[in-house]
């Protein structure tokens, strides 16, 4: 069950909600809003994929039933237009295949009209929260690349040889250099990338590895 703690940690992130009932969208928007949240509304979902601004972190609310493109085609769309946006389907109409669709195609949750206050509350938390947790990792991956950018070609090659457990005797007989000097980039790279330990240039190359693998 989702906490007033945790919809106000979340106070602020956008819900996008596509709805053609003007009277659900707009007593939709009014209980996000009054829970914190900033909720802007469409009437199609040509509408909403048209729409340039969207915010992150953010989700979205999809009903099935619109004009034109359908909710489980918009949900589809959006996978390539906003990769990770996290997508929550509602439905006056619902069956099990719908759901299964939806859920399926990578919806957070499936909820049916009349849609209950406390169900529809820990959806959206659920599916911000994951999106926060994507933001965050985005952010970390530039700031890691913007990091590793102030480093030279040779300090990048002593970092690689650092974290790849050599020593420095073994790094200076490599590149034919003294081991001082490997002490003076090894410095220099600690400074750069602000790491207090050797450890920590480890962790930085953890994260390298990993965002270069794509895990």
């Known amino acids: ?43 199609s979902g040509e509408e909403f994929l048209a729409y ?16 034109g493109v359908d909710g489980l085609e918009l949900q589809r769309q959006l996978r390539h237009k906003h990769p990770g946006l996290p997508t929550i389907v509602i439905t006056a109409h619902g069956d099990v295949s719908t759901a299964r669709t939806a859920l399926r195609d990578g919806a957070v949750d499936f909820l049916e ?11 959206v938390t659920t599916a911000l929260t994951s999106d926060q947790r994507v933001v965050q990792e985005a952010r970390d991956r530039e700031e890691l690349a913007a990091r590793l950018q102030r480093l030279t070609a040779r300090e990048m090659e002593v970092f690689e040889r650092i974290t790849n457990g050599q020593h420095n005797r073994e790094i200076a007989e490599e590149f034919g250099i003294s081991p001082r000097t490997v002490e003076v980039h090894r410095a220099r790279i600690m400074e750069k990338l602000r790491a207090r330990r050797v450890a920590d240039l480890f962790r930085l190359r953890f994260d390298l590895d990993r965002n270069q693998s794509g895990v």
């Not at 340039?52 to 004009?67: E, F, G, K, T, Y």
């Not at 009209?113 to 959806?123: F, R, Y």
């Open 1 to 43: 069950m989702s906490t007033d703690v945790s919809h106000a940690a979340l106070a602020g992130s956008a819900v996008y909600l596509v709805e053609d009932d003007r009277a659900v969208r707009e007593s939709l928007e009014l209980l996000l809003r009054l829970r914190g949240f900033i909720p802007k509304g469409f009437a």
């Open 113 to 123: 009209k009349p849609i209950d206050e406390d169900d529809l509350l820990d959806a």
């Open 52 to 67: 340039s601004a969207l915010q992150r972190p953010a989700c979205a609310l999809l009903d099935v039933r619109l004009p």
